[in-house]
């Protein structure tokens, strides 16, 4: 059995396999967040297994948001069923069970002939991080971010609103590092708002290992004219709630969502970006942060 962590936000998953990270297909996506930290925020629990067949979620259906995934609830825990295969859920291909903290999980299994990646790469490893970051005061939005010259910008924003065009366009300028184009991690710690870079990349795939102190939100809205106007927390909450992956699930968990997310709001500036995707953003952008 191997004992791997990976850190993501300073959160240490401690993953027991059987398999390494090279026959679990995974490596390439967490490779550079296999370096551990001395004092992780939090830590996590998972074991992977084989499964000989199919699993099958226990319980009852909870939450039902389409063909990839659904969530079942039995006794305490809780016991997400994917398939990332044929978009059928009807034969499972992997059933993670997980405790109410989300910090003791069990991932089964069952591997296909011929080449084959764990759904640890996608679906699986996704849903277990953006729900446990929720008890360390973070949350996961749909995002690009960026660290320019140590002060960290996340664009946030719906699917072609221009996140990862955002990161095309710093990626040209000197001192600024992309992080990620599509998922971004967000914690408030100690008075501080910090960002964090996620294994899940966009349609260009960039997804490092970087952290940075957080100096703006800004959503992005396609524009013919350019204009950037700052938002006041009562209206960039809901805002950033519909841009960000929410557990819909579990009242007490989306409770938990909107306390991290309002105390990120409270000590954060938020910027509504009206824009065509052009390099002269970048100057604009810096003159508020």
């Known amino acids: 059995m191997d004992n791997i962590t990976i850190c993501i936000a300073d959160i240490a998953i401690e993953l027991k396999s059987p398999l390494s990270l090279t026959e679990l297909g995974i490596k390439k996506r967490y490779e550079s ?95 277990l991080f953006r729900t446990s970051i ?38 040209n300028n000197a001192g600024a590092t992309v992080m990620n184009d599509d998922r971004i991690a967000v914690r408030f710690s100690g008075n501080q708002v910090f960002c964090y870079g996620t294994p899940w990349g966009g349609e260009k795939d960039i997804a490092k290992n970087h952290k940075v102190s957080l100096s703006a939100i800004i959503v992005l809205e396609q524009s013919k004219e350019t ?5 006041a927390p009562p209206i960039a909450s809901p805002l950033l709630l519909a841009r960000s992956f929410l557990p819909y699930w579990d009242g007490t968990l989306i409770e938990k969502a909107v306390t ?29 942060l």
């Open 33 to 127: 967040f296999l370096e551990k930290i001395e004092n992780p925020i939090s830590k996590v629990t998972l074991t992977w297994e084989e499964s000989m067949k199919h699993p099958e979620p226990p319980g009852r259906l909870i939450y039902n948001p389409g063909s990839i995934w659904r969530m079942y609830l039995s006794g305490n825990n809780y016991y997400a069923a994917i398939n990332y295969i044929n978009g059928e859920i009807k034969q499972t291909q992997a059933l993670l069970q997980t405790n109410p903290e989300w910090n003791r999980m069990r991932l089964k299994e069952k591997r296909r002939e011929g080449s084959w990646q764990s759904l640890l790469n996608v679906g699986a490893g996704e849903l």
């Open 134 to 171: 929720l008890f360390s005061q973070g949350i996961v939005f749909h995002a690009s971010g960026i660290d320019d010259n140590g002060k960290g910008i996340v664009f946030v924003g719906h699917s072609g609103a221009g996140k990862s065009t955002q990161a095309g366009i710093w990626s």
């Open 260 to 288: 991290n997310l309002n105390a990120i709001v409270s000590h954060t500036p938020i910027y509504l970006l009206r824009c065509r995707p052009e390099p002269d953003i970048i100057p604009l952008v810096r003159s508020v």
């Open 227 to 231: 204009s950037i106007l700052s938002l």
